[in-house]
């Protein structure tokens, strides 16, 4: 099928935050200004309100905030008294710091497969890791949708272990009507600026229920101060910011609606994907049931043997994509001696192969939307597989 001339379309960019900031630029530079007044940079009232605001968001009677996801996730494990000599089982298709995290503690990470239709761990696998030594599992809750909760449930409570959601990419996503943040022991969140809530810098909230883990993160975040120069606990330094906390409180007003936008724009990406008859290349992304995906990725699967070209082609062309994560963390070099290689976790290794995240962020409207899947079936048609199988 002919398709424009690309030279004659704007480019589609794959995220464009200062688009996104532009209607709401008077607020967010009223907040800033605010804060210089105030001379309180951190920690303080303001943040104090945006862990009222967080916790309110996420049906959680606890929000404490942190310097990233990633200090997010470590100071979970830390509250938890996790280190040497534990395991805990998480999934190899993820950033890399749901890992790193945990090594950082001092615990092994322990890698099983994935669910190749979510791209979230995979319960029966996660249930076949469990030995005497696994203190938590870390489900992620990839690209905006929740891993599936409810087995995972039944392995805490038949074990006694705590689960901590990975909930950085999914700030608003549900699970049979819960917010992420609320689906386990405690939920990490990470406010790096291109996630579904995003700052203008680092940031992060652990979400949760219980008082006494409550307070140890207060603690933890902060040396393990209890006040007065006291210190119960050898914590760090991860705090946030109130020019980040403000800044964050003004989008939190905005975020419901972004997240509305990119549902509308996964379903119209289903749509024009099925509209070209691309389905048979193209594999677009589940929705489980009961659930509710934020999309803070829009991830498609094409053939292996093809992705990188498409990939190439597609910015050529001039649409932003990316691809997330191109080789899993049990392939990772840092990981080596942990002992996987290439087929250890077949399901994970086929996804970093396949997968491309198309444009999803709010600002991208439908034409641009038309031209990514018109570029996309036009890449796909110039592979000589694709002529072959089309015709056979
Ligand atoms: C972004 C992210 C993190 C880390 O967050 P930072 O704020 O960048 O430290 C952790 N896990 C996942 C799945 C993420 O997407």
Redesign the pocket.
Same mark, same amino acid.
């Given at each position: 099928m002919a398709s424009a001339d690309p030279a004659d379309t704007p480019p589609v960019p794959f995220i464009d935050l200062s688009a996104q900031h532009a209607p709401i630029s008077g607020e967010l530079v009223g907040a800033v200004s605010r804060i210089l007044e105030t001379g309180q940079f951190i920690l303080g009232d303001e943040v104090r309100a945006l862990e009222a605001d967080i916790a309110e968001y996420c049906d959680a009677r606890y929000a404490i905030s942190c310097a990233?996801?990633?200090?997010a996730?470590v100071l979970s494990l830390m509250s938890l008294g996790i280190g040497a000599g534990d395991e805990v089982i998480t999934s190899p298709f @993820?950033?890399f710091? @749901?890992a790193g995290a945990i090594h950082r503690v001092g615990a092994k990470p322990v890698f099983v497969d994935i669910d190749p239709a979510s791209f979230n761990i995979c319960p029966e696998a996660a249930a076949a890791a469990i030995t005497e030594n696994t203190r938590a599992i870390i489900p992620?809750h990839?690209f905006g949708q929740t891993a599936d909760m409810e087995p995972l449930w039944r392995l805490a409570v038949l074990h006694d272990i705590p689960l901590i959601e990975?909930a950085?990419?999914a700030i608003g996503a549900t699970y049979q009507g819960r917010q992420a943040g609320v689906l386990g022991t405690m939920g990490c969140f990470?406010?790096?600026p291109t996630?579904n809530l995003g700052g203008a810098g680092?940031g992060?909230i652990i979400t949760l229920d219980d008082k006494d883990l409550a307070e140890r993160l207060h603690h933890l975040r902060v040396h393990g101060d209890t006040g007065g120069y006291h210190h119960v606990a050898v914590g760090f330094n991860s705090r946030l910011d109130a020019i980040q906390a403000a800044i964050l409180r003004v989008k939190l007003t905005q975020l419901d609606d972004w997240i509305e936008q990119r549902i509308d724009a996964g379903d119209h990406y289903d749509w024009l994907i099925a509209s070209k008859g691309i389905s048979e290349w193209v594999t677009t992304p589940t929705r489980s049931d009961n659930s509710r995906h934020v999309f803070n990725q829009y991830t498609i699967r094409v053939p292996a043997f093809e992705r990188d070209d498409i990939l190439a082609s597609l910015r050529q062309d001039g649409i932003g994509c990316a691809v997330y994560y191109p080789t899993p963390l049990h392939l990772q070099p840092c990981f080596e001696s942990l002992g996987y290689s290439l087929g250890s976790l077949p399901a994970a290794e086929a996804a970093s192969a396949e997968v491309l995240s198309l444009p999803v962020a709010p600002g991208t409207d439908a034409s641009s939307r038309e031209r990514v899947i018109d570029r996309l079936a036009a890449a796909c048609e110039g592979r000589a597989g694709w002529s072959q199988r089309r015709a056979a």
């Open positions: 990233s996801g990633t200090d996730l @993820t950033f710091a @749901t992620v990839l990975d950085c990419q990470s406010f790096f996630k680092d992060g």
